[in-house]
């Protein structure tokens, strides 16, 4: 495999940037040509495909977000949407993809990969944590540590007030974050 196509799907989490380093490097390392697809399936679809290089990754470990944006698909949903992004993948001698991304993003790459052949990896990037078959998904570690910030100052203010607080948290149909962060708040 000599050319590989790359895309964040779905929302962004804490540690995708620092993912789409290594998988280009790497790529690069091993003699490959990495195209990085911007805004994730949508971008497939569309053919927003730009060549990554080292430099395309300098600086990015710590900023947050996606280098390569993200967006939700539904149009990938679709049997048109899907050969679309087949004939992408084909147009540009892509030979494998990486997907970073949550539940959405892997049916996605499950369809491209059991249904048209497109061999795929799928790198668990959700801040919610609630892919079963990962102990835990990029992201899922700074949203706990940023919940335990907040409640550390709220409880400072509500102890000084005399008063309660309720945190609401992310996490969707998965309730790890409020969990995680209750237990480690005390």
Do not use: W
Request: with cysteine; charged share 25%.
């Amino acid at each position: 495999m000599k050319r590989i196509g790359l895309l964040t799907s779905g929302g962004d989490a804490p540690g995708m940037n620092a993912a789409i380093r290594a998988v280009v490097r790497s790529g690069i390392y091993f003699g490959m040509e990495v195209f990085g697809i911007e805004r994730g399936y949508a971008g497939l679809i569309e053919n927003k495909i730009i060549p990554m290089e080292m430099r395309s990754v300098s600086n990015i470990v710590q900023c947050g977000g996606t280098r390569l944006r993200t967006a939700r698909c539904m149009e990938m949903h679709t049997k048109e949407g899907q050969k679309k992004a087949v004939e992408t993948i084909e147009k540009n001698g892509i030979e494998g993809l990486v997907v970073i991304g949550g539940d959405g993003s892997f049916r996605g790459a499950k369809i491209l990969s059991e249904e048209y052949g497109v061999p795929t990896i799928g790198i668990p990037g959700t801040i919610d944590n609630d892919l079963e078959y990962t102990d835990y998904t990029l992201g899922f570690d700074t949203a706990v540590n940023t919940c335990l910030d907040i409640i550390n100052k709220l409880r400072d203010t509500m102890t000084s007030h005399e008063r309660v607080s309720v945190v609401e948290v992310m996490g969707r149909h998965c309730g790890d974050i409020a969990l995680f962060s209750g237990i480690a708040s005390g």
